[in-house]
């Protein structure tokens, strides 16, 4: 899919103050017990081997990180509340980053630099720093960042967790990682970010192709 290829990656929209959270989060229905996340133009847009450069430095509270070139770097709009919310569920969804960087160290640096609001209602980090923020790194349960294969960072998650690949939803902008559903894994192919809206279609998906689309009794 085309993207930039230049050295600053187009700047993020406005953060929407009161995410519009789809019901796929409220019906009782069956959700995925790990949900994971590519992370270039999926979590946040920009390639982090290509576009940063280190070393790279939090600005304000940890809304953004800047690097040596002075370049601004974040997630995409919807990116933290997501990610706070799933962490904020009666049963937390396990939450991993599945990323074929070639700048891991970054990538993690990025993370950890970056915060996001407790509050899933809060979006990101305000402009000042607070307690009730916390770094982005603290919403991943696991991470799997490395060149290579994605059935490869998916096989890592499995014996790691224990969690069954058709308990899994994978993210990812890059249609050739569609091959991790050959391992039972449902991946949801994205064009511009996470999106509240893409959560929605991913778990309706994930649901249909597990048959899951009823209640399901307590165990």
Same mark, same amino acid.
């Given at each position: 899919? &085309? ?5 600053? &990656? ?13 019901? !796929?989060?409220?019906?009782?229905? &069956? ?58 569920? &009666?049963?937390? =969804?396990? !939450? ?93 192919? =994205?064009?511009?970010? !996470? ?25």
């Amino acid at each position: 899919m &085309p993207k930039r290829t230049g050295k600053t &990656p187009p700047p993020p929209a406005e953060i929407p103050q009161q995410p519009n959270i789809p019901t !796929v989060f409220t019906d009782g229905l &069956p959700l995925p017990k790990m949900i994971a996340f590519d992370l270039d133009y999926t979590l946040w847009p920009f390639w982090v081997d290509t576009h940063v450069s280190a070393p790279l430095k939090a600005k304000s509270g940890g809304t953004h990180s800047v690097d040596r070139f002075g370049e601004s770097f974040t997630f995409y709009p919807h990116v933290p509340q997501i990610l706070a919310l799933l962490k904020s569920l &009666p049963t937390p =969804i396990l !939450v991993a980053s599945a990323s074929r960087t070639h700048a891991p160290d970054l990538a993690q640096t990025l993370l950890t630099q970056l915060t996001i609001a407790t509050d899933p209602g809060g979006g990101s980090a305000s402009s000042t720093t607070s307690s009730s923020n916390k770094k982005a790194a603290e919403f991943f349960d696991y991470h799997q960042i490395f060149p290579g294969d994605k059935k490869t960072h998916f096989k890592r998650l499995n014996e790691k967790t224990g969690v069954g690949y058709e308990e899994m939803l994978f993210f990812d902008d890059e249609a050739r990682n569609k091959n991790v559903e050959q391992l039972g894994v449902v991946m949801c192919l =994205i064009r511009d970010g !996470v999106t509240w809206g893409e959560m929605d279609r991913g778990i309706r998906e994930w649901r249909k192709r597990n048959g899951r689309e009823t209640r399901e009794k307590a165990t």
